[in-house]
C-alpha cells in the first residue's frame, strides 16, 4: 500500500514537475518574441560580469581615463590642424572592412572632423570593453559585440544631417530621395510582417531561371527529396556524387543560375550527380532529431544511389551543417565497416566548434535555454528569428549599408541570385535544433570523442576516405581556422583548399568570377600537423576559381568511365517522381 502510495506521489510529481516548466517554457517564448531570441538575462550577465571586473580594477580604470584624454588631444590636434591646411593625415584610419566613410564627401569640412571622432570613440569602446583581468572570455566578446552593434547604430553614416552623401543628394534632388526611402521603408515594412521575401527577390525563381538543371526526383521519405541530374555526357565517372546541402537553407545555392551551378558544372564535367532536397520542417516535425536527419538524410540517400549506380561507392560532399552531419555519418559507417565512401568533401564545414566565430557569441546555457524555450511552443525555429541572428554579425554589411541607400539615399541595392536565395530560409525542428547546440556547440562533443550514434561512440579518426576541406577566407559562421581544425582530428590524407570570398559566396565560385584566388595543400597521413598562421605562409596560392582543382581531385579518386546510369530504378521502386527541382523546395 505504501509502496502504491509513493508510486502515485511520484507520478503526481513528474506531471506537477512538467506543468510547472510548460509555464516557464511559455514565459521566456513570449520575452524572446520581445527581445529577438536573445536572452535578457545572459546579455545582462555578461555586463555584470565586465562591470563588476571593471570596477575592481583601478589600473584599468585609470588607463582609460588616461586614454579619454589622449583621444581628446587627438581629435582637438586633428581640429586645429584642419583650420591651417586642406588636407591633414587623419588621426586614426577605419578597419580594413569598414568602407563607411570612403566617399569623398567626407573627407571635406566638417565631416571629416565628425567621422574622425566617432572612431576615437569607437575604438575607445573596444578598449573599455576587452583586456579586464578576470573577466570571462565569452562575456567579452559579447560586451564587445553588443556594445559594438549599438555604436554602429549612432554612426554618423547612419544620421540623415551628418552624412554628406545623404545632403548633397537630398539638396541635388530636392529631397525626394528621403520620399523614395520613405515609400522603401513602408514596402519592406509590409513585406516583412506579411511574410513575403524582399524586394526584388520575386524575379528569382526555383525552376524557373534558379534550380534549373535537369533532373528527376528519384526518392522521397518524409524528410527529404533525393534529385538524381540528367547526363549531358555519353560517358561518366564510375562513382557518383552526392551533395548533403544544409538544411538551415534551401538546397539550391548550389544550383543557382546556370553560369554559377556547382551541380550543373559536375554533370557537365562527366559526373553523376545527386542531391538531398532537404523538406521545410512545421510544427508536426518538432521531434525530429540529429539521427533522423542522418538515417532519413544521408543514409536513405546513399541507400537509393547505391541501388541506382549497381553498388558502386560514392563521392559525398557536404555543406556547412550538411557538411557536419556528413562527417558524423562518415565516422559512424567507418567504426561499422560499411564501406560506400569513395572519398569526403566537406564545404565551409566545423567538426570543431571550439571556436565557431561570431555566431558563438549566441551560444551559451542560457541562451541555448532560451530559445529551446521559443522552439519548444512553436515546434520549429522560426526563419526570421535565425536570419537576424546571421545579419547582427555583419550588420554595416547586411543592415546599416543597406538602410542608408534605400532609406536615405533612395536607392535600391539591386537584387542578384545568391542575395534572394539568402531570402529564402527554412525552419529548424525543435530537437533537431537543440542537440545540435548542446551536443555540437555547447559540449562539441563530436570534436571530444563524446558524440554518440546508435548508442556507440564515433570518432573521426576511423575515417579513412581521403579528404577535400574548403574554408573562405571572410567567414562568419564556419572561421576557416576553425575548418582547418579537421587536420587534427583524422588520420587520413587531407587536401585543403582555402578560397577569397565569404561563407556563401566563396563556395559559390565559379570560373571566370572576377578578384578570385586560392590557396592548396594536401597533408598525407604521414605528414607532421602545422598551424593555421604556418599553413597560410607557405600553401601555394593560384589564382581563378577552386572547382577545376577540385573537380581534377574527384576525377583522380575515381576508377575510370562508365556508361551514365539510368534516372532512377523502377526494378525495385526507385522510379522518377517528378521533374527537379521537385516539390519539397518549393514549400514555404
Known sequence: MQTHLA???????????????????VFRARIGRLTAGISPVGLSEAYFDWLG??????????????????????????????????????????????????????????????????????????????GVDGLDKHHERVVEFVTRQLLDVVSPSN?????????????????????????????DWLRLVGGRPPVGAEQFKVGVNVAVTPGKVVYRNRLIELIQYSPTTDDVYAEPVLIVPAWIMKYYVLDLSPHNSLVRYLVER??????????NPTGSDRDLGMDDYRELGIVAALGAIDAICDHRKTHAVGYCLGGTLLAIAAAAMARNRVDRLASLTLLATLVDFTDPGELGLFISESEVS?????????????????????????????IWSRALRSYLLGVRPPMHDLMAWNADATRLPYRMHSEYLRRLYLDNDLASGRYKVDGRTIFLTDIRVPIFAVGTEKDHVAPWRSVFKLHHLTDTDVTF????????????SEPGHKNRSFQMATKNIADRDTDPETWMTTAPRFEGSWWPTWQSWLARHSTGRV??????????????????PGTYVLER
Open 7 to 25: 508510486d502515485a506521489s511520484q507520478d503526481t510529481d513528474r506531471v506537477s514537475d512538467v506543468a510547472w516548466r510548460s509555464i516557464d517554457r
Open 53 to 130: 571586473h571593471l570596477w575592481m580594477s583601478p589600473g584599468k580604470q585609470a588607463q582609460l581615463v588616461e586614454k579619454a584624454w589622449r583621444k581628446a588631444g587627438r581629435i582637438g590636434l586633428y581640429w586645429m590642424q584642419c583650420m591651417s591646411t586642406s588636407n591633414p593625415s587623419p588621426c586614426i584610419d577605419p578597419l580594413p572592412q569598414d568602407d563607411r566613410f570612403v566617399a569623398v564627401e567626407w573627407q571635406q569640412w566638417p565631416h571629416k572632423l565628425i567621422y574622425q571622432n566617432f572612431l576615437l570613440h569607437q575604438q575607445w569602446w573596444h578598449n573599455a570593453t576587452t
Open 159 to 187: 544620421i540623415a544631417w551628418l552624412n554628406p552623401e545623404v545632403s548633397t543628394a537630398t539638396i541635388k534632388q530636392g529631397g525626394l530621395n528621403l520620399v523614395r526611402g520613405m515609400q522603401h521603408f513602408h514596402e
Open 270 to 279: 562527366r559526373h553523376t550527380v545527386f542531391m538531398i532536397s532537404w523538406k
Open 370 to 398: 532560451f530559445l529551446e524555450s521559443m522552439t519548444w511552443e512553436q515546434g520549429y525555429l522560426d526563419t526570421h528569428q535565425m536570419a537576424g541572428a546571421f545579419q547582427l554579425l555583419r550588420s554595416n554589411d547586411l
Open 497 to 508: 583548399v582555402l578560397t577569397t570570398g565569404g561563407h556563401n559566396a566563396g563556395i559559390v
Open 563 to 580: 556508361a551514365p546510369p539510368l534516372l532512377g530504378n523502377t526494378a525495385i521502386g526507385l522510379a522518377p517522381i517528378a521533374d527537379a
